[in-house]
């Protein structure tokens, strides 16, 4: 049905989308749910950086911090002060698991930059696992920690009563749109650079000597999308510590 | 995009994120992925730059603490030494005044032991000059006698030397 | 161009999507334009509402990434 699609571009084979295909690293077979595919091995390849990252940097444990510790001790204390400041103290505890979040969103974003490589943050598969794990972990800790008062956050007491049923409508449709738009903001996100990127690279394949404009073009994109990258990475962590103070933080908000 | 069209990846060719015969497989490596990232954090690197970021803090403290214990063993090094200058000092005025009564007494000491010379041997030359006038006023009387008695002999009167002597001697008291 | 219909409303549809995005870049340029003129006037308070900006963009570049979205939706998966 999609055959279309290179016809309508006039004959250039510009296929936007195919880098996203997840396929199998070994073989051709069928994907079942264990089979090692690219996004196994680039989530595998994301581990290891993490672990290069935070783990070999910081074996010597120095006072006066190498290269790459200060690098280690920069992603803690920024995730660790946005944990404090937007979660409150109380949603320290989970510090390990925003930083979790943090560290594969961001890098599996810039991993994803290096060409050829696969970007596993443009699947909606991975990006709504994540999300749902934040709705999910967010509405069970909340219902734990506040019990029924929980349900208090879509009963806006600060509105003139008539109003409230109504704000508690749209409270509540907002809150179970969370996880759509938390998930398909990141991949979108992601999906949306690489595709341009892939559109820039189908022209310069086909213009010759001026594709030296294509290529500035993708250059220039692509420092685009480094910042893109971290903003993402950056935008996700936060609104989840945003929801977490919900389920943690005082009742005020 | 039906060029790499192999049958079962059909569902895949629009967008392949949203072929979900991929999924559970996504899911699954996704959620191991999610597993190991989170017992390395939470293990590993995380309590470790957390024991390096506190090291930090408390050895910055001790070493801003040492820094001003320094400082004030610096201060107090500094009185010490103005205190030890200060003494100094007052010990070389003492020593210098002493050496000063030292050498006063020894002066004072051979200017008396001078004086008591001089003045011995002022006495003695007084006695020798006394002496010596004595012997000369002697001498004077004795030569006065001597004419006296000549003169009264050559005058042609007898007298007696005993007369002679009373009156020279009246004559030279007077 | 063999009269396929269907077809071309899809293509219609995606480029009548990909206008969303420019409510976005409205959206996000109000907000990036606004903490600006606010932090030009209370440059010392700027550094604390780095988070709320991001946030606020978030917020409003997803709506615009849902339509960027449903255009892709309709080129490739209709």
Redesign the interface.
Known sequence: MATNGEEAAGGLKIEPMEQFTVKPLFGDGPIEWYTPTNVTLWMAIAVLALVGLLVLSTRRRAIVPSRGQSVAELFYGFIHKMVEDVAGHEGLKFFPYVMTLFMFIFLSNILGLIPFSFTNTTQIAVTATLALLVFFTVTIVGFIRKGPGFLAMFWVSSAPLALRPILAMIEIISYFVRPLSHSVRLSGNMMAGHAVIKVFAGFAGAMGVASVVPIAAIVAIHGLEVLVASVQAYVFTILTCVYLRDAVGDAHH | ????A?G??EA????????F??????????????V???F???R???P??????A??KS?ITNDLAAAEELKLRAVEAEKAYNDALASARTEAAKIVAAAKAEIQKDLDAASAKADAEISAKAAESEKTIAAIRDGAAAAVAEVARDTAAELVAALGSTVDAKTVTAAVSARLKG | MEGDIAEMGKFIGAGLATMGLGGAGIGVGHIAGNFLSGALRNPSAAPGQMANLFVGIAFAEALGIFSFLIALLLMFAV
């Open positions: 995009m039906a060029i790499d192999t079962e990846a895949a060719e629009g967008m392949p994120q949203l072929d015969s991929t999924w559970p497989n996504q899911i699954f490596w996704l959620l191991v992925t999610l190991v990232i989170y390395v954090l939470s590993i690197a995380l470790r730059i957390a024991a390096v970021l090291d930090r050895t």
